[in-house]
Nanobody, 119 residues
Framework: QVQLVESGGGLVQAGGSLRLSCAASGRRSSINRINAMAWYRQAPGKQRELVAQITSSMRTNYADSVKGRFTIFRDNANTVTVYLQMDSLKPEDTAVYYC?????????WGQGTLVTVSS
């Protein structure tokens, strides 16, 4: 089983930047089966939404609301870590951000990290 540990959330002023990270741990065989990782977010009173996704072949896709401001990338060197670089942050980006890992067998979610953008 894979576990995901997120970090990097916090409070930032509008226009600022944050970088979130999500590290996958567990059996190497399980980690090797991860074929896509993604960041989702959930703002108070709203549904969870996809922010950005990256596949094992490094193909990416983004929500329209973050295109040009957020960048997702992953490091497969020693373990699988996915990052979300968030620039030009806006108050409407305030949410709990969740990491997700998908394999052919299952889907695993992280515990979430809070991002608060003040105006």
């Amino acid at each position: 089983q894979v576990q995901l540990v997120e970090s990097g959330g916090g409070l930032v002023q509008a226009g600022g930047s944050l970088r979130l990270s999500c590290a996958a741990s567990g059996r190497r065989s399980s980690i090797n089966r991860i074929n896509a990782m993604a960041w989702y977010r959930q703002a108070p009173g709203k549904q969870r939404e996809l922010v950005a996704q990256i596949t094992s072949s490094m193909r990416t896709n983004y929500a329209d609301s973050v295109k040009g401001r957020f960048t997702i990338f992953r490091d497969n060197a020693n373990t699988v870590t996915v990052y979300l670089q968030m620039d030009s942050l806006k108050p409407e980006d305030t949410a709990v951000y969740y990491c997700k890992a998908e394999s052919s067998a299952n889907v695993v979610w992280g515990q979430g990290t809070l991002v608060t953008v003040s105006s």
